[in-house]
């Protein structure tokens, strides 16, 4: 046998031995009864982080957020980068900084943003956010009730619903009562999962709209000449449209 034939046949079994003694190992401990959670294993990951009087959250710079509707304001950090964060209180906002990567062009596909430091970000009701060079996913896989928000997107790709690329065909339906989004140079794709009762949206120099068959009951959409629209057949009916005056 040649020496890269030894190679890839001592890889291959090393990858299936290690493969199945971990799954062994999950197996063991579920026979045992030592089992996480999701909350255990975030837990595990994340440092959770809580801070008082929070009705205003600043996203600032290369990251890749998930956005949680809460009755309180909590941020998690990755333990692994936790020093890839600074963060500090100014009255009643919160400001999270992430200064270690070049920031990517905001149209571009999501795995593009891959790298980024991740964080969670559990928002109270009403909370305005507003996210400068990044990436960020609005969830309510929890179908929290009265969920509204208003967004400030400079540079930033922001994603409705939570889309799981593996798992398309599968979704809860997460309700979000009011949506207010204010994009410039930026992107906001509105995923399936995602039924929004009334969305405002002003779309500004250079900013991306696409509806991934999601459900509106009704929208005001301002654009400009520099406007890239996707718009599906039925919810075209439900947007009302006006041109921003420069």
Known sequence: MKTSDKILLYSASFALTAFVGTNLLHYAKYRAGDILDAKAINAQDYASHTLAGIHSIVLDGPMRATLYPSDHLEFDLPRNAEGAFEYR??????????????????????????????????????????????????????????????????????????????????????????????????????????HIAHLDLRLDDRSDAEDRFSSIDSAVYLVDSNTNLRIRGKNSKKIRFATIDH
């Open 89 to 194: 209180q100014q009255g009643d906002s919160l400001i999270l900084f992430s200064r270690d990567r070049k920031a990517r062009d905001p149209h571009d596909n999501w795995y593009s943003y891959q790298d980024y430091p991740q964080v969670h970000i559990y928002f109270p009701r009403q909370a305005y956010i507003h996210i400068r060079n990044g990436f960020a996913s609005l969830s309510n896989e929890e179908d929290r009730k009265e969920v509204s928000a208003s967004f400030l997107l400079e540079s930033s790709q922001l994603w409705v619903g939570a889309y799981r690329p593996l798992a398309d065909t599968i979704y809860a339906i997460e309700h979000f009562d009011s949506l207010r989004v204010s994009a410039i140079n930026s992107n906001i794709i509105f995923n399936k999962q995602s």
